[in-house]
């Protein structure tokens, strides 16, 4: 398991922007973490590495809110949900494989209605202002992403890597 401190809100922007540079087709990748984690924060830094135009909100009382960019972004909040039958209601398995990008903030929500592949990061609040992230992933894909995501904010002095068992 590897778990990342970043130090302020600028290094889970960036890492946002960062992660946006590998994305592909039909990427999905989990948020989750208490409120104030820092989800959004780096769900907007991922708009900004797609290209996207304009400002990406909350999408806590829409589910959904799509943007055009580089790729189409995605970006779920599944808070509001209240049982796994629910995401059928929303086609998330149509929007996931629909060719762009997803982002879905409380994304493990249903452990039971997981995606294949996926990337998920897990934003924690620590005893101090900065935010720890766990890195985990499912399927050859998440593998990847996670390994090559890590490698490219390794360096960053506002970003710290531990890895653990
Ligand atoms: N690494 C960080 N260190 C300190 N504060 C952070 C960090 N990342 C984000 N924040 C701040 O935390 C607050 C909540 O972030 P937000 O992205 O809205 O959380 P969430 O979507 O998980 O509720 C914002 O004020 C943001 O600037
Ligand atoms: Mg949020």
Not at 4 to 32: F, M, R, Y
Not at 91 to 103: E, F, I
């Amino acid at each position: 398991v590897t778990t990342l401190t970043l130090a302020n809100p600028q290094a889970t922007h960036t890492s946002g922007v960062a992660l946006a540079e590998l994305l592909e087709p039909n990427d999905v990748v989990l948020l989750t973490g208490d409120l104030g984690a820092g989800k959004t924060t780096f769900a907007k830094g991922i708009a900004e590495g797609l290209e996207v135009a304009g400002t990406v909100t909350s999408p806590t009382f829409n589910i959904l809110l799509a943007y055009p960019g580089r790729l189409t972004l995605n970006h779920f909040d599944l808070y509001r949900l209240e049982r796994p039958a629910d995401l059928d209601d929303i086609d998330y398995w149509g929007v996931l494989g629909s060719g762009g990008v997803s982002v879905v903030e409380w994304g493990d929500k249903f452990t039971e209605a997981l995606p294949d592949d996926y990337l998920l990061l897990s934003f924690e609040l620590d005893d101090g202002i900065q935010r720890r992230v766990r890195v985990d992933w499912a399927g050859i894909r998440g593998e990847s992403l996670a390994a090559r995501w890590v490698e490219a904010i390794a360096r960053r002095s506002d970003v710290r890597i531990e890895e653990g068992s």
